[in-house]
């Protein structure tokens, strides 16, 4: 049990449509990423947020978006879906203190874009 | 070349034998090497994190980092059934918390 929650956890949309994806993390972790997992291939980074600033991003284009809100809620939005969105999307979270910079994975959202 | 290679398996090992998964990375910033376990369908889950050149024992894991070699393993001593799951190699190189994940070792423990 990480403390990390995300809903939904499966999703079906049409190409073209815009979707919100949803985690909510532990009190005090400010840190929280968003990767995207196809099927057979390992995480890819999408983007990072720290006190609801985006603050790191990887190579998706600007139609994958994000929000923090100061109750370590955030949010994933996606819009002119496409096929190959289809994928597990993860969020991690970190806490701000501590020796180590593990990052623990909620249990993602399937999004299948038909 | 890719920034984190591993073996995309599936490799098999017998009930009680010793499972070694390997990884290497191509970035020699690398500070922070983590492995995840993901059973099918499932998000990953951290197993071990290692930082220094050498060994580290958790349990049954031994996570093991050569940085001049770019070379990270994991053992897995008295293989059991339920450790049959994909095992993901990530790296961690300079500030942020990007992490960047091989494909994945599908891990096979047969009775």
């Known amino acids: 049990e990480t403390g990390v929650t995300q809903s939904p956890t499966h999703l079906i949309k049409t190409r073209g449509q815009q979707v919100t994806l949803r985690c909510s993390s532990q009190?005090?972790?400010?840190?929280v990423s968003w990767y995207q997992q196809a099927l057979g291939q390992g995480p890819q980074f999408i983007f990072q947020?720290?006190?609801?600033?985006?603050?790191g991003r990887g190579n998706f284009p600007p139609r994958f978006s994000g929000l923090q809100f100061p109750n370590y809620s955030s949010e994933l939005n996606v819009n002119a879906l496409e096929l190959d969105d289809s994928a597990l999307y993860l969020c991690?979270?970190?806490?701000?203190?501590?020796?180590?910079?593990?990052?623990?994975f909620g249990p993602g959202t399937r999004l299948t874009v038909l | 070349q890719k920034e984190v290679e591993q073996n995309s398996g599936p490799l098999s090992v017998p009930e009680g034998a010793i499972a070694s998964l390997n990884c290497t990375y191509s970035?020699?910033?690398?500070?922070?090497f983590f492995w995840y376990r993901q059973y099918s369908g499932k998000s990953p889950e951290l197993i071990m994190f290692?930082?220094?050149?050498g060994d580290k024992e958790d349990g049954r894991f031994t996570a093991q980092l050569n940085k001049a070699s770019q070379y990270v393993s994991l053992l897995i001593r008295d293989s059991q059934p339920s450790d049959s799951a994909t095992y993901l190699c990530?790296?961690?190189?300079?500030?942020?918390?990007?992490?960047?994940f091989g494909t994945g070792t599908q891990l096979k423990v047969e009775l």
């Open positions: 991690a979270s970190k806490g701000d203190f501590g020796l180590t910079d593990t990052q623990y």
């Open positions: 009190s005090g972790h400010n840190t």
């Open positions: 947020y720290y006190r609801e600033e985006e603050n």
């Open positions: 970035d020699r910033g690398s500070q922070s």
């Open positions: 290692i930082y220094s050149n």
């Open positions: 990530a790296v961690k190189a300079g500030g942020g918390n990007k992490l960047t």
